[in-house]
């Protein structure tokens, strides 16, 4: 599998480590307190703050306050320069709350504006207080160029999420 999004340790002058989606073009420190590659997803009235997971980690810390349209966090380069009709992508990631609550979560692969979905999906119970791993696998049914990858939650609260990996499924070019 090819690894298209890999949110590693970034430590550039000796500052605390920011979790950063590899394949954009710059990979200059993130600006306002928001990994750099990542930029939250706040639609119709939400109220989200993105940041990196703290000190000495490699993940995010997603907090949704207040519930809109379609809220979340999104990739803005995860390498997808051309997903076609019956490709299959992989999305693996860990992920863990601050109580027992679960999140429901749509993971979408869309064009950079939003308006063609290529693939989505959803998964009903993301997070406990430990890190836990998930896969999903996302098959693309429309076209599209330069594609976003966009996970959306369903409910207010704080998520963190490490190790996102995202990769053309071997056999599906």
């Not at 995010?60 to 997903?83: I, S």
């Not at 696998?137 to 330069?146: E, G, K, N, Y």
Request: hydrophobic share 40%.
């Amino acid at each position: 599998m090819k690894t298209l999004i890999n949110c590693r340790k970034l430590f550039p002058l000796g500052l605390p480590a920011l979790a950063v989606c590899l394949w954009i073009v710059t990979t200059g420190l993130a600006q306002a307190g928001q990994p750099a590659g990542w930029q939250s997803l706040a639609e119709g009235g939400a109220q989200v703050e993105l940041a990196p997971a703290g000190p000495g980690t490699d993940g995010l810390r997603l907090t949704v306050r207040q519930t809109g349209k379609r809220f979340g966090l999104v990739c803005t380069a995860p390498g997808v320069d051309r997903a076609e009709p019956g490709q299959w992508y992989d999305l693996s990631f860990k992920a863990r709350t601050d109580a027992q609550k679960t999140f429901a979560l749509t993971v979408s692969l869309e064009s950079p504006n939003g308006r063609v979905v290529a693939a989505r999906t959803t998964l009903p119970e993301v997070g406990r207080t430990d890190w836990t791993p998930y896969s999903v696998a996302l098959h693309v049914r429309q076209p599209v160029a330069h594609g976003r990858l966009v996970i959306a939650l369903a409910d207010t609260g704080t998520l963190w999420l490490a190790d996102l990996s995202l990769g053309l499924r071997a056999g599906t070019h």
